[in-house]
């Protein structure tokens, strides 16, 4: 969106505009976070069909609530609060279901950023990737989300702290035992330091 960055919180303006429905508005601000919230929601679902309906609900989610957006607020904390309730309101509706390593699609996983890869090593870190999105779904959510929210979002711990409404040392508890436990999962496969 023109009038606003990751980091920064919206404009006056971009939040009249939003607050009143305007279209090219909503189109800016869709366009600005979608990825941030589908790549949030992927790591969290393990699922692209499910992150990506997920997705759509929150900027629908997000369009009805605009009005609880606060003056002076950070977006990306407010969006991945949304982001949260509606994955756990779907999560209670509907239990989806859980990868097994069996079931795992081979498409899951991080992205491999360096085309100077030989097959071998594309072949490893895709084998990799696969093996810490099936651990990740192996956490338990709060745990999950909160290294997610670590290490792929890179959020410091206190909007952690306040998207998962929990204090800041829970949430720096919750991501170092979730470091831990994908230790144990991987067992030395990647680094998770």
Known sequence: MKDVSEAEVLTADALARLKTGDEEAWHEFVSAFESRMFNYLFRLEGNKEDALDLTQEVFYRAWRSISTFKPGEKVLPWLYQVARNTQIERHRRKVLPRFSIEEAAEDVGFEVTSSRRGPV?????????????????????????????????????????????????????????????????????????
């Open 121 to 193: 090593q594309v072949a490893e870190s895709a084998d990799t990737a696969e093996r810490v999105q099936v651990a990740l779904s192996r956490l338990a959510p709060e745990y999950r989300e909160a290294v997610v929210l670590r290490f792929v979002e890179e959020l410091p711990y206190d909007e952690i702290a306040k998207i998962q409404n929990c204090a800041v040392g829970t949430a720096k508890s919750r991501v170092f035992r979730a470091k831990e436990m994908l230790a144990e999962l991987l067992q030395g496969a990647v680094d998770v330091d």
